[in-house]
Each structure stands twice: as structure tokens, then as C-alpha cells.
Nanobody
Framework: QVQFVESGGGLVQPGGALRLSCAAS????????MGWYRQAPGKEREYIAR????????YYADSVKGRFTISRDNAKNTIYLQMNSLKPEDTAVYFC?????????WGQGTQVTVSS
């Protein structure tokens, strides 16, 4: 079955950096775009980044543009999210999935907390 396993979250001070990873399985990873989402307490899930199957094209929400970088390694069925210049408002649980809601399955996510 389709599975996503996110990792790399943690507690970081404002201005710091983290690199998240997402390992995917159960589908033909190389043929699909992949995305990162996040959900802060009391808020809806937010779609923040996308990378096409070959890594050549990316999309970022305005809230993370210029600070976050999405990438993928098709040999490892893994995507990454390099997060720099972190802000307290980036605090959330981060998830990965195929954009567009094609798969109903979601991972547990990885918690990112930005606080001094």
C-alpha cells in the first residue's frame, strides 16, 4: 500500500535551519510529482511546495518562497525540504504526499517547532 514516512523535524531557534525527508513507497514514485504540506494547531493543512517527477520544476507557497527548497532523489524514492531562516509561524506538523489528493494515505508527519 501507499506509505509516506516523514522525518527530520525538531526544535530550532528562529533563524535556524532544518532538513526534512520523506520516504515514499507503494507506487511508482518516479512518475509522480511530490509535495510538502504542513498543519499548524487549529489551522487547515497548507500546501507549501511541489517538485515535478524529474526535479526540474518546483512551486512554493508565498509563505515559504525564498526560504525553503524542495528536492527529490528518485533512486531513493525520497523527497527533501531544506528549510532556512525559520520563523515561529513555521511551527507545524509537516507531511508529504502526491499533490492533488490522489492518494488518501497520509504519514504521521514530522513536528517542526521554531521557538527561542
Amino acid at each position: 500500500q501507499v506509505q509516506f514516512v516523514e522525518s527530520g523535524g525538531g526544535l530550532v531557534q528562529p533563524g535556524g535551519a532544518l532538513r526534512l525527508s520523506c520516504a515514499a513507497s507503494g507506487f511508482t514514485f518516479i512518475t509522480w510529482p511530490m509535495g510538502w504540506y504542513r498543519q499548524a494547531p487549529g489551522k487547515e493543512r497548507e500546501y507549501i511546495a511541489r517538485v515535478e517527477w524529474n526535479g526540474d520544476s518546483t512551486y512554493y507557497a508565498d509563505s515559504v518562497k525564498g526560504r525553503f527548497t524542495i528536492s527529490r532523489d528518485n533512486a531513493k524514492n525520497t523527497i527533501y525540504l531544506q528549510m532556512n531562516s525559520l520563523k515561529p509561524e513555521d511551527t507545524a506538523v509537516y507531511f508529504c504526499n502526491v499533490p492533488g489528493g490522489y492518494f488518501d494515505s497520509w504519514g504521521q508527519g514530522t513536528q517542526v517547532t521554531v521557538s527561542s
